[in-house]
């Protein structure tokens, strides 16, 4: 079930590449993505002088180079190591693992369906690629929000739940968590109800925000906030508005509060 439309990589691709033979020019290397072979020319190998081709690629080395030209008719891409930068080869090495990840959930989900390979990618892939931008993508979604998503673009039912099952089980949903210290203290008549019914509405007020809010009992006064979100931006947001209120609604009712950001 291959991730690849197209048979052959265009000028300018930055490709995966695994090196198969190394010569006194250069090295012969298959690109993976597409099943081709490819020349490394020594010229292309490093903007400094090389002495030893192996001291830049060996046999069975998996390398980022960048295609220079492709002759569908010779059967040839020539390829350059030395045009790749760091920040490229970081970012296609990310992509495609993330691509491999992907191709592999895909598998899992039409074995578990026992549907062929060929008529699940028919099925699923275009259908991601088009909602989504990517397949690895649309998992990802999936992962974190359920199967429904799946459902709303046309893939059948079976078809969405087992590919939420195998999302959530490999993919899993990022977080982060932030917290810190509230310290509440309320002197009048039923305090402690107050500062219990005042931390029951201040996390009820931020919830359903695709954040997960937990307070914990340190010893009174004191109270952890602690929030896991997708992303630090949210987590903070959240924690600000949860202990905002918080210290607000004990104000409200004769107490005090104050909160202590914790690393």
Known sequence: MSLKKTEWPDVGDLVIATVDRVTSYGAYVVL?????R??????????????????????????????????????????SLRRVTKSEKKDKIFIWKRERKADTLLRNASERLN??????????????????????????????????????????KNVATTLHEIAEERIGVPSVSVRGILELECTKPK??????DTLSRAQKTSS????????????????????????????????????????????KSGGRGTFRREK
Do not use: C, M
């Not at 993976?32 to 081709?36: C, F, M, V």
């Not at 390979?117 to 028919?122: K, P, R, T």
């Open 32 to 36: 993976d993505e597409y099943k081709k």
């Open 38 to 79: 490819g020349l490394l020319h020594i010229s292309e190998l490093s903007t400094t002088w090389v002495k030893n081709i192996r001291d830049f690629v060996r046999e069975g080395q998996k390398i980022v180079v960048k295609v220079l030209r492709v002759n569908v008719e010779k059967g040839q891409v020539d390829l």
């Open 115 to 156: 549907i062929p390979s060929e008529e699940f990618h028919e099925k699923v892939v275009a259908l991601l690629e088009s909602e989504f931008g990517g397949i690895y993508e649309g998992l990802e979604k999936t992962a974190k929000e359920g199967a429904g998503v799946l459902l709303k673009i046309g893939i059948t």
């Open 191 to 196: 305090g402690v109800s107050v500062i219990r």
């Open 208 to 251: 359903g925000q695709e954040a997960a809010i937990h307070i914990h009992v340190i010893s009174p006064p004191k109270y952890r906030v602690e929030v896991v979100a997708e992303d630090y931006k949210k987590a903070e947001q959240i924690l600000e508005k949860t202990t905002k209120k918080a210290i607000a609604e004990i104000a």
